[in-house]
């Protein structure tokens, strides 16, 4: 299984029946094909819906259905579809349960980066800032490092923020790491890790309790 | 009264420098055959408001005006989908004020709707707070979002009656109910135009009173068939 996978394995574990949940694009999204037998979660889709389902065939492909991401999607019985200003009023509300968003960057403080590398990549925010503003659970999906090994979990974020102190989880490919008022907690390590391993691989700190879960996906 | 006329004839209102909101959501809701006018016109400094860039990749509905150079300045909360407006905003050559996709369409909402401005939460913290007026309400801070209005907004609806009353579908709404209420003149471009009586009064999403002109765009097979193209041929539909 590859990190991705195996990370949006991890974060389907988070999903419980009848929740509104806001994923952003890539591994967030991957996490819906994981979501338990029997657990219904309710999708919003910051462009306008509420009971988003999977993806249509090409007979049944609609030009005017379509996700955050720009792809044809179908809509579940009892689905609603809005305008923006409605969908945002549930972002920033708190009507949304969890948001899972990717990020650059997340630190101790429950900072994230997740919007520009400064004169390199410069998408803009979208709807990021208010999910993160405004969804009551904020579950961070990324890989623990960066392409040059270097560790995405800081002890203060370096890029420019997109949000202060929302994060509540963190899920990587090699930790589960809760947000608290005391600092990040380890929570659970992929299995063929040792503490000590994510300990090191880890530029924030980490708080150790008496015991680490293994990850099972 | 609104006008029913031609792509052609609703654009020839739209001059250098004017402010136009266009509705849509990466080519969805999007106004795809006014936008094909506008870039025919080749009309150029323009100050685009839309909530996003062209359909990812670039160069679809939005992502032509952007093809074509046309945007000297853009209101919007994200441009990563097309790569001609990246290249341009990280060469200089276009203005770009990035708004929260929330903060954005609110601010519309207010200069449609005659507030004098949003109050929000989002962004304390970050750069797009800096040097914003904060504003506390009931012991808790708010960042102020002046509102946004247009010379001419372009939208997208499914059927207009001949009154001017639209009728949206499916997700297609996006922008649109709210950039109809906030330009001096409005363009409705709609699959199918109906007489009156045909969209019942709970199904009308936009009163005829917002919508200047009607425009007859591509029906909804022909969109059908240009979507299953986009979509399959950018890998995303099988």
């Not at chain 1, 988070?14 to 509104?20: A, I, K, N, S």
């Not at chain 1, 390590?189 to 708080?207: M, N, S």
């Not at chain 2, 001059?15 to 025919?40: C, H, K, N, S, Y």
């Amino acid at each position: 299984m590859d990190a991705r996978e195996f990370i949006a394995r991890r974060i389907a574990q988070e999903f419980r029946c009848g929740m509104v949940v806001n994923l952003g694009i890539g591994i967030p999204t991957a996490s819906a094909n994981h979501v338990p037998h029997g657990v219904d979660v309710i999708l919003q889709s910051e462009n306008g819906c509420l009971g988003l389902g999977p993806r249509p065939s090409r007979a049944a492909a609609d030009p005017d259905l379509a996700n955050a991401g720009g792809e044809p999607i179908t809509l579940l019985p009892g689905a609603a579809t809005f305008d923006l200003a409605t969908s945002f009023c549930i972002i920033r509300g708190g009507h949304v349960d969890a948001t899972v968003l990717g990020a650059l960057e997340v630190d101790s403080q429950g900072n994230i980066a997740n919007w520009k590398i400064p004169g390199k990549r410069v998408p803009g925010m979208g709807g990021g800032m208010d999910l993160l503003a405004g969804a009551r659970k904020v579950i961070v999906a990324l890989q623990h490092a960066d392409k040059d090994g270097d560790s995405k979990i800081r002890k203060h974020c370096r890029l420019p923020l997109s949000a202060v102190g929302v994060v509540d989880l963190i899920v990587t490919d090699k930790a589960v790491i809760e947000v608290t008022a005391e600092g990040l907690v380890l929570r659970e390590i992929a299995p063929e890790l040792t503490v000590a391993d994510v300990v090191a691989a880890t530029d924030a700190d980490l708080i150790l309790p008496a015991t680490v879960a293994t990850i099972h996906v | 009264m609104t006008e029913i006329i031609d792509a052609e004839q609703a654009v020839r209102n739209i001059r250098e420098g004017m402010t136009v909101m266009i509705g849509g959501f990466l080519g969805v809701g999007e106004p795809l055959l006014l936008i094909d006018e506008l870039v025919a016109g080749g009309v150029g400094k323009l100050s685009l408001i839309a909530v996003v860039g062209s359909y990812p990749g670039g160069g679809f509905g939005v992502g032509k005006l952007s093809r074509n150079r046309q945007i000297a300045r853009l209101v919007t909360s994200h441009i990563g989908t097309d790569p001609e407006l990246v290249r341009q905003y990280l060469a200089g050559d276009l203005e770009v004020e990035f708004n929260p996709m929330g903060t954005f369409i609110e601010r519309i909402r207010c200069g449609g709707g005659g507030l004098g401005g949003v109050l929000t939460r989002t962004g304390f913290g970050t750069e797009v707070a800096a040097g914003r007026a904060r504003i506390e309400v009931e012991g808790e801070e708010f960042l102020l979002y002046t509102p946004l209005k247009a010379d001419v907004a372009l939208i997208k609806a499914h059927r207009g009656d001949r009154l001017g009353n639209l009728e949206y579908r499916g997700i297609a709404l996006n922008s649109n109910p709210a950039m109809a209420m906030a330009a001096a003149y409005v363009v409705a471009e709609v699959d199918e135009i109906v007489d009156v009586g045909v969209i019942a009064p709970r199904h009308v999403g936009t009163p005829h009173i917002f919508v200047d002109a009607l425009v007859r765009g591509r029906d909804h097979q022909e969109r059908k068939l240009e979507f299953t193209d986009l979509w399959v041929d950018s890998g995303r539909l099988q």
